[in-house]
């Protein structure tokens, strides 16, 4: 019986964004804007754990969400959509266009979850989608007065969404 509920957040560390010229993000396009500045000073934009297929699959959820609010994902559980359909489809190809703007950085898919928290902890990336159960963790960085806590980004023209939270269930 699962003891904790934990939801997706987005962890942004001020001080790299100030130092290139930006401030919190609400949106993936501004995120999107950031990739170029952040990479350019050597930071990854957004720290991504790939070998824990479990991130990447909170990545699917959360775009999917953003992108189509949660009648879809109600729909994909009631088999109601395909999950090999054109809406699955379009949240792929965002997630794509993501990897080929450079927005997870080199080491994306050999990065397990320890090491894109690590990654986030040290410095190396200006944001972190990742569970709040690692918020305690953050005590340990040298930079956490300068962290930020927001809601997942929304896509700019889908601002109906731009409230959804993923929550899910943990320490079985």
């Not at 000073?41 to 957004?46: A, D, L, N, R, T």
């Not at 950085?105 to 986030?120: K, P």
């Not at 990336?125 to 980004?153: C, F, H, R, T, W």
């Amino acid at each position: 019986v699962p003891t904790t509920l934990v939801t997706n957040c987005l962890f942004v560390n001020t001080k790299i964004l100030e130092e290139c010229g930006f401030g919190v993000p609400e949106t993936w396009e501004e995120i999107e804007a950031m990739i170029p500045a952040l990479t350019e000073k050597g930071y990854i934009p957004v720290a991504l754990g790939a070998k824990t297929k479990g991130r990447v699959g909170h990545w699917h959820t959360n775009l999917a969400m953003k992108m189509y609010g949660l009648d879809y994902c109600s729909q994909l559980i009631a088999g109601e959509e395909k999950w090999t359909g054109e809406k699955m489809k379009n949240v792929t190809d965002k997630l794509a266009s993501f990897i080929e703007e450079g927005m997870f950085g080199e080491f994306a898919i050999s990065d397990d979850m320890s090491a894109q928290l690590a990654r986030f902890m040290n410095g190396e990336a200006a944001m972190l989608l990742e569970v709040s159960g690692n918020i305690a963790q953050l005590e340990n960085m040298d930079d956490k007065d300068y962290v930020e806590i927001v809601k997942v980004p929304y896509f700019a023209d889908k601002p109906e969404n731009k409230d959804l939270w993923f929550i899910c269930p943990a320490d079985g």
